[in-house]
T-cell receptor
Framework: NAGVTQTPKFRVLKTGQSMTLLCAQD?????MYWYRQDPGMGLRLIHY???????AKGEVPDGYNVSRLKKQNFLLGLESAAPSQTSVYFC?????????????FGDGTRLSIL | AQKITQTQPGMFVQEKEAVTLDCTYD???????LFWYKQPSSGEMIFLIY??????QNATEGRYSLNFQKARKSANLVISASQLGDSAMYFC???????????????FGTGTQLKVEL
């Protein structure tokens, strides 16, 4: 049972390059999320989606774009990478029902911008 | 705006002893939920326990229990009989209420690094 799968696991970029992080979930979850984790700051929400074809901004959306063309996939894009975007990125998903259902996380993508 | 505060950056505990990790929160919602996650050095986020704001009893899951004091806005995690494998970063997170824009978004605290010693 795969759960939430993030691709790639590691990546090094040069300033100004673009890339896309892929998140795939096989639990038929309606909600999906992208977070970034920086030392001493916990996890901060970048963007989220409540269903196929929908996206919304989180706490720190600047410099990122997202798309959810298929229910099972949530893509995070960096159009012009900056050193400040060096971070560990986590994708999570959750079903739409039941208050006490937790978000299920992928294993993270470690991204370095030089 | 919702806010989660974890005031203990680091904690040490002896193996087999109990430890309490503090979490306080601030929200204007009447309906909300509190989660605890564990992040070992390998990096994955592992769900531990959940407490709903209307739950009448404190949540328990095996060696984990939640000391929920609604009036004081605190939701402390208690780990009983600590094991070496409990050494990890622990995050407290709050789910917004149903009527605050949707998405069941989580707000995370900054975490507490727990080290279990022999």
């Amino acid at each position: 049972n795969a759960g939430v799968t993030q691709t790639p696991k590691f990546r090094v970029l040069k300033t100004g390059q673009s890339m896309t992080l892929l998140c795939a979930q096989d639990m038929n979850h309606e909600y999906m999320y992208w977070y970034r984790q920086d030392p001493g700051m916990g996890l901060r929400l970048i963007h989220y989606s409540v269903g196929e074809g929908t996206t919304a901004k989180g706490e720190v959306p600047d410099g990122y774009n997202v798309s959810r063309l298929k229910k099972q996939n949530f893509l995070l894009g960096l159009e012009s990478a900056a050193p400040s975007q060096t971070s560990v990125y986590f994708c999570a998903s959750r079903g739409a029902d039941r208050d006490r259902q937790p978000q299920h996380f992928g294993d993270g993508t470690r991204l370095s911008i030089l | 705006a919702q806010k989660i505060t974890q005031t203990q950056p680091g904690m040490f505990v002896q193996e087999k002893e109990a430890v309490t990790l503090d979490c306080t929160y601030d929200t204007s919602d009447q309906s909300y939920g509190l989660f605890w996650y564990k992040q070992p050095s390998s990096g994955e986020m592992i769900f531990l326990i959940y407490q709903g704001s209307y739950d009448e009893q404190n949540a328990t899951e095996g060696r984990y229990s939640l000391n929920f004091q609604k009036a004081r806005k605190s939701a402390n995690l208690v780990i009983s009989a600590s094991q070496l494998g409990d050494s990890a970063m622990y995050f407290c997170a709050m789910r917004e209420g149903w009527f605050t824009g949707g998405g069941n978004k989580l707000t995370f605290g900054t975490g507490t690094q727990l080290k279990v010693e022999l």
